[in-house]
């Protein structure tokens, strides 16, 4: 981003890069799972893909900011698809007993692409151009389309395709997703470009409404939306520790997140075994929320003579448990509806994660800049304050006020630290008060008969 809007020389307006791609994907996660049910799994996942390919390729070829924005939102909106609909293949395709199994899988890939991804871009960016980020991504996804033509097998929808068409509710569909954008662009602009307690932040959000059934559900809706913070906001404040605080490499940083990641996607792996071994669903999502309470509390104590091998022990545990965080939040949607309802709602609950990650990393960075702007007050000029995020990233350019800054980034971080361990807590008491999600494993005949 930084690249692409220093090429554009619009730099104010590097926010809306990421901003117009979460706006595509979060609103169209909403809409996912009822098109999935109209016009099929196959249908819907390889058109997705499709339009991933446009986007990305018009970022590769954009002339100007707004052209990136526009391709941005494109490229949001294919890759929705891409992650919601082959998480409804997976549901889809396996059974109670081993869709926890397949889930962790799910989750490992996200996991190891979220480490690894960043990194080659970053990579790419400082080395090349940044256009070879979407270069390169424009490969992986000609290669995903061709797995999915030559291998994914779904019968097709039966109907004529008017008939399919007749039956979109389309004034649902635009309320659902008018009302997904203004949360989605509330969130992005609040503490940015407006004040929190600005009118237009209070009224965009008032202006929606989401209601969902009764029982297990609103506990499921929570801890996906706690899961989303949890893995976006250790994303956006582990970066910024090591980099501005530890004053780390690019390659060191992507070391400690690829360790965060990797973790991650073990533990969803390793949490779903124990929840198939055990049925104990509450208690392993209590395991996890204690990891990222412990990792969590470890970073909120960790300063900038903290050395690295103890920031990489504590990314590792915070990686453990918010890769069962994640992998519970999967397993207990589908359990809380009917088999008949698990698309549509697979659909609203990674918008629910997706909305928690943005929440998370727009309160993540009012606090870090709050905090900044107001210890350093008059130690800097106020248009180097206003800079925000920018000055933690440029502070080597105030060489006497570097110590000063420093301080204030460190004071900034363990604030930040206080709201994350607080959702852990929540997430905890979401998982505990959670009924008829535990069950009683069935051994297999040769295990009885062993015995």
């Given at each position: 981003?930084?690249?692409?809007?220093?090429?554009?020389?619009q730099e104010q307006q590097m926010n809306w890069i990421a901003t117009s791609y979460l706006l595509?994907?979060?609103?169209?996660?909403?809409?996912?799972?009822?098109?999935?049910?109209?016009?099929?799994?196959?249908?819907?996942?390889?058109?997705?893909?499709?339009?991933?390919?446009?986007?990305?390729?018009?970022?590769?070829?954009?002339?100007?900011?707004?052209?990136?924005?526009?391709?941005?939102?494109?490229?949001?909106?294919?890759?929705?698809?891409?992650?919601?609909?082959?998480?409804?293949?997976?549901?889809?395709?396996?059974?109670?007993?081993?869709?926890?199994?397949?889930?962790?899988?799910?989750?490992?890939?996200?996991?190891?692409?979220?480490?690894?991804?960043?990194?080659?871009?970053?990579?790419?960016?400082?080395?090349?151009?940044?256009?070879?980020?979407?270069?390169?991504?424009?490969?992986?996804?000609?290669?995903?389309?061709?797995?999915?033509?030559?291998?994914?097998?779904?019968?097709?929808?039966?109907?004529?395709?008017?008939?399919?068409?007749?039956?979109?509710?389309?004034?649902?569909?635009?309320?659902?997703?008018?009302?997904?954008?203004?949360?989605?662009?509330?969130?992005?602009?609040?503490?940015?470009?407006?004040?929190?307690?600005?009118?237009?932040?209070?009224?965009?959000?008032?202006?929606?409404?989401?209601?969902?059934?009764?029982?297990?559900?609103?506990?499921?809706?929570?801890?996906?939306?706690?899961?989303?913070?949890?893995?976006?906001?250790?994303?956006?404040?582990?970066?910024?520790?090591?980099?501005?605080?530890?004053?780390?490499?690019?390659?060191?940083?992507?070391?400690?997140?690829?360790?965060?990641?990797?973790?991650?996607?073990?533990?969803?792996?390793?949490?779903?075994?124990?929840?198939?071994?055990?049925?104990?669903?509450?208690?392993?999502?209590?395991?996890?929320?204690?990891?990222?309470?412990?990792?969590?509390?470890?970073?909120?104590?960790?300063n900038q003579t903290t050395s690295a091998s103890l920031a990489l022990i504590l990314s590792v545990?915070?990686?453990?448990?918010?890769?069962?965080?994640?992998?519970?939040?999967?397993?207990?949607?589908?359990?809380?509806?009917?088999?008949?309802?698990?698309?549509?709602?697979?659909?609203?609950?990674?918008?629910?994660?997706?909305?928690?990650?943005?929440?998370?990393?727009?309160?993540?960075?009012?606090?870090?800049?709050?905090?900044?702007?107001?210890?350093?007050?008059?130690?800097?000029?106020?248009?180097?304050?206003?800079?925000?995020?920018?000055?933690?990233?440029?502070?080597?350019?105030?060489?006497?006020?570097?110590?000063?800054?420093?301080?204030?980034?460190?004071?900034?971080?363990?604030?930040?630290?206080?709201?994350?361990?607080?959702?852990?807590?929540?997430?905890?008491?979401?998982?505990?008060?959670?009924?008829?999600?535990?069950?009683?494993?069935?051994?297999?005949?040769?295990?009885?008969?062993?015995?």
């Open positions: 981003m930084h690249a692409a809007s220093k090429e554009f020389g595509g994907f979060t609103v169209t996660q909403m809409l996912l799972g009822k098109l999935t049910d109209i016009f099929g799994r196959q249908t819907m996942f390889n058109s997705t893909l499709v339009v991933f390919f446009v986007g990305t390729l018009w970022c590769t070829l954009a002339q100007s900011m707004p052209s990136l924005i526009v391709a941005r939102l494109l490229q949001g909106i294919g890759a929705a698809g891409r992650q919601t609909v082959g998480l409804i293949i997976v549901l889809d395709t396996t059974t109670p007993t081993t869709r926890g199994t397949w889930l962790g899988m799910f989750n490992m890939s996200l996991s190891l692409g979220l480490a690894i991804g960043p990194y080659i871009g970053a990579l790419l960016s400082a080395h090349a151009t940044w256009r070879w980020t979407y270069w390169v991504t424009l490969m992986l996804n000609v290669v995903m389309f061709a797995i999915a033509v030559l291998f994914m097998r779904f019968p097709p929808k039966q109907g004529v395709i008017m008939d399919k068409l007749r039956s979109v509710d389309y004034v649902g569909s635009i309320v659902v997703a008018a009302a997904a954008a203004l949360l989605c662009i509330s969130i992005e602009l609040g503490g940015e470009q407006y004040a929190w307690g600005s009118p237009v932040i209070i009224v965009l959000p008032s202006s929606t409404s989401i209601s969902s059934p009764s029982g297990t559900f609103p506990f499921a809706v929570i801890i996906n939306f706690v899961a989303g913070a949890a893995l976006f906001g250790s994303a956006f404040y582990l970066p910024k520790y090591l980099l501005n605080v530890k004053n780390a490499s690019l390659e060191q940083s992507g070391i400690e997140m690829l360790a965060l990641n990797v973790a991650a996607g073990f533990a969803s792996v390793g949490g779903s075994h124990l929840i198939s071994r055990t049925g104990k669903v509450r208690l392993v999502g209590l395991a996890g929320a204690a990891l990222v309470c412990v990792g969590s509390a470890g970073m909120f104590a960790s545990i915070m990686g453990l448990g918010i890769g069962i965080l994640y992998q519970l939040a999967m397993v207990v949607g589908p359990m809380s509806v009917k088999p008949d309802e698990i698309a549509g709602i697979s659909g609203f609950l990674g918008f629910v994660r997706t909305l928690g990650g943005t929440f998370a990393t727009a309160l993540l960075t009012s606090i870090f800049t709050t905090v900044m702007k107001s210890d350093l007050e008059g130690v800097l000029p106020q248009d180097v304050l206003d800079t925000g995020l920018q000055l933690a990233d440029n502070h080597a350019l105030y060489p006497q006020k570097d110590s000063a800054i420093v301080a204030a980034m460190v004071k900034a971080f363990h604030i930040g630290y206080i709201p994350v361990i607080a959702i852990s807590v929540l997430y905890a008491v979401a998982v505990a008060v959670l009924h008829k999600v535990d069950f009683v494993v069935k051994r297999p005949a040769a295990e009885k008969a062993a015995d």
